[in-house]
């Protein structure tokens, strides 16, 4: 009897941890973010911090890259107005309405310049709140 209780105890934690999520699968939230980007596209993407929120861009990249955009770089800046928004680029405005859509239907504008190696640059404030991330202690 003790043997066939083990037993149990055994293969209901070998399916609990069957089911956990992998620590690189990436953001995985109650507000599950769904790929927008098309396959087959790469879409080069800066994300720059104007808040003075320590983090919120590396929480924006996380995103994006869970949406399916390549994020390039992230950083901080303090020379812009403190807004978040999105900047096209290449003159590509699809790209830049699914970016904004992934940050809550943030505003657009065009500014082409092909001096930068990205697509779309997008500046975070500190009203766009990141999905929550996993508690893992």
């Known amino acids: 009897m003790a043997g066939v209780v083990v037993l149990a105890v055994a293969a ?34 800066e994300v720059i911090n104007v808040s003075a929120e320590r983090g919120l861009a590396r929480r924006g990249m996380l995103a994006l890259r869970a949406a399916g955009f390549d994020v390039v770089s992230f950083s901080s800046a303090t020379d812009v107005p403190d807004t978040t928004l999105v900047i096209d680029r290449t003159g590509h405005p699809q790209w830049s309405q699914l970016l904004s859509r992934v940050l809550g239907n943030a505003p657009v504008v065009s500014r082409p310049d092909s001096s930068r190696y990205v697509d779309i640059t997008v500046w975070l404030d500190r009203r766009w709140r990141p999905p929550p991330e996993p508690f893992n202690p």
């Open 12 to 45: 209901g934690g070998w399916w609990w941890w069957s089911r956990r999520p992998a620590a690189d699968a990436g953001i995985i939230t109650s507000r599950r973010i769904e790929r927008v980007v098309p396959e087959g596209t790469r879409v080069r993407v």
